[in-house]
C-alpha cells in the first residue's frame, strides 16, 4: 500500500463528493477554517490533536490529511510520534495499529 497513491486518490474523491453535498461541504469547510488560524492553541498543535484523534477513531484517510498538514507545517518525526504515543494511550491496542500506520504515513510522505 502507497499512502501518497492513497491520498492522491482520495483528494479528488472528496473534492467530488464535497461538490455533490454543495452546502453541507461548505458549512464543514467553514469549520474546518475557523480552526486554521492560531488561537489559545497553534494551528499546528490543532493538527496535532486532529491526528491523535484520527488514530483514536481509526481513520486512515483522516490519518493521511492531518499527517500530511503536520509535515507542511514542519512536524517532526518525533513530535508525531509523541502524538501517537498519547493516542495509544487513549485507544489501547487499535491506537498501537493505526499509530503505526500513522507514522509510517509520515515516513512516506515527507521522504
Do not use: W
Not at 467553514?30 to 477513531?57: P, T
Amino acid at each position: 500500500m502507497s499512502y501518497k497513491a492513497s491520498l492522491g486518490d482520495l483528494k479528488p474523491q472528496v473534492k467530488r463528493f464535497n461538490a455533490a453535498i454543495g452546502e453541507t461541504a461548505k458549512g464543514f469547510g467553514a469549520i474546518a477554517a475557523s480552526l486554521r488560524g492560531d488561537g489559545a492553541l497553534s494551528h499546528k498543535q490543532k493538527e496535532f490533536v486532529a491526528l491523535g484523534i484520527a488514530v483514536a477513531i481509526r481513520c486512515e484517510p483522516c490519518i493521511l490529511f492531518h499527517t500530511e498538514a503536520l509535515i507542511r507545517m514542519g512536524a517532526t518525526r518525533e513530535e508525531v510520534a509523541e502524538v501517537l504515543a498519547v493516542a495509544v494511550e487513549m485507544g489501547g491496542g487499535p491506537g498501537v495499529m493505526y499509530g503505526s500506520k500513522a507514522l509510517a504515513a509520515y515516513d512516506e510522505l515527507s521522504a
